[in-house]
């Protein structure tokens, strides 16, 4: 069974100042991890993922994430948050065998104030 | 190249009705997934369909079913609907099993009244 922790519901923060959104996970196999966007009405959007290799991950938009194996963590970060950055943020793992079959937290909405 | 597509976009049911949600993957993916997610919270996994055969189902009850065909579209279908299955219902599909990132559609809001 897999689990994902969203650590903050709720990150309010100012533009062009730096943003981590926290996840960590729990899973009895090797798992994918991903982090989606999500913005109001649609569906979502792939920001990152990590498979295998280097644990630091770039994606879209300036945001990266650092998997930490021994942490059980995957937390993504960006160092200069734009307005157009405000959405709701999900973290996923997925199994090794299956990445059809994705476990979500709760997500954390990010707001950026001018 | 078009991305997954559902339809319709909203959907208006009673209680007690009868629903289906069409999804159509990305050309080339063979894998299908249902997830529900409900106002507030993440998406929860119900199915995922891979050339067109059941490989996972979440902790739905059997009000839910899905099936895939042989173009590798997909239906959700929900019986005796309850105002509890008001979601959004997003579809996702991916080219291979495992290994694979999945593409997520945009959703088919659904109200239950």
């Known amino acids: 069974a897999q689990s994902v922790t969203q650590l903050d519901s709720q990150v309010p923060v100012f533009e062009e100042a730096p943003v981590e959104l926290r996840c960590n996970y729990s899973?009895?196999?090797?798992?994918?991890l991903f982090w989606y966007v999500q913005y109001p009405n649609q569906g979502l959007q792939l920001l990152l993922k990590?498979?295998?290799?280097?644990?630091l991950v770039k994606g879209i938009n300036g945001f990266e994430a650092e998997f930490n194996k021994s942490q059980t963590s995957f937390h993504l970060r960006k160092p200069s948050v734009h307005i157009s950055d405000t959405a709701e943020y999900f973290c996923a793992v997925s199994g090794h065998t299956n990445a059809g079959k994705s476990t979500f937290g709760d997500g954390t909405t990010l707001t950026v104030k001018p | 190249d078009a991305g997954v597509t559902q339809s319709p976009t909203h959907l208006i049911k009673t209680r007690g009705q009868h629903v289906t949600l069409r999804c159509s993957p990305i050309?080339?993916?063979?894998?299908v997934s249902w997830y529900q997610q409900v106002l507030g919270q993440g998406p929860q996994f119900i199915f995922q369909y891979y050339e067109k055969e059941e490989r996972g189902r979440g902790n739905f009850p059997d009000r839910f079913s899905a099936r895939q065909f042989p173009n590798y579209s997909s239906e959700l279908n929900v019986n005796a609907l309850l105002l509890g299955d008001s979601a959004l219902y997003l579809c996702?599909?991916?080219?291979?099993?495992?290994?694979?990132?999945?593409?997520f559609g945009p959703g088919t809001r659904l109200t239950v009244t």
């Open positions: 899973s009895s196999v090797s798992v994918y």
């Open positions: 990590y498979l295998s290799g280097s644990t």
């Open positions: 996702a599909s991916s080219f291979r099993l495992a290994g694979d990132e999945q593409y």
């Open positions: 050309s080339g993916h063979k894998s």
